[in-house]
């Protein structure tokens, strides 16, 4: 037996207060019968339960979002480092992140259930943008913004597409990149001899981390889950 509202959680509805109000609105109904008891118990394999008449089931696809902090490896298992996985409640501890932040780096990171979404999501053919916030030596140049445009070659001959550079004022800047080469954003800015000394991710594709506090998750709604393609 498991209460409405963590199912309505679990199912992606929306966050806990969110779910407060869609029940108190009157949007849910379980077997047919409108329902407002958030705390009401449920055999969650055997009742219908819909919102806004849609049935809701836990098979959808899970994709959460963590605020990493440094000090974490992106990795399912490590050894002898921390991994992100220990930054998980038990239920996500299946999913598995999307793509990587180096163990430093900070930020937006996404964790799901589905193989395929997240074949698409890190494929550079799809061309997600991810937006990062970076702390570096020097002070950015608008030749440094034009060769960003143009795709930079990095110092061991890699070439990359062309991304987006924003000074922001002396060390810092906006850098937005739509693959994920190994230590890009670092290898990226070192290669105009700008050495990074701390970075975050703050968007992917629509998402933004918005308030969610460092070392917290949350889960996407279904919304959100669609809009990640898009
Ligand atoms: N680029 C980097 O250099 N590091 C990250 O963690 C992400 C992008």
Redesign the pocket.
Known sequence: MERLDKFLCDCGVGTRSQVKSILKAGRVTVDGKPEKDGSRKLATETAQVCLDGEPLGKTGTVVIMLNKPAGYV?ATVDREQKTVMELLPATYKGLNPV???????EGLLLFTDDGDLLHRLISPKKGIA?V?YAKHEGTATPEDVAAFEEGLLLRDGTKCLPAKLEPLGAGESLIT?CE??????????ASRGMT?TY?E?RAEGSLTLGALPRGEIRQLNKEEIENLEK
């Open positions: 992106t793509g990587r932040l180096d163990k430093e780096t991810k990062y990149v994920g080469k190994y230590h890009q954003v670092r290898r990226m800015m990074v970075l991710r």
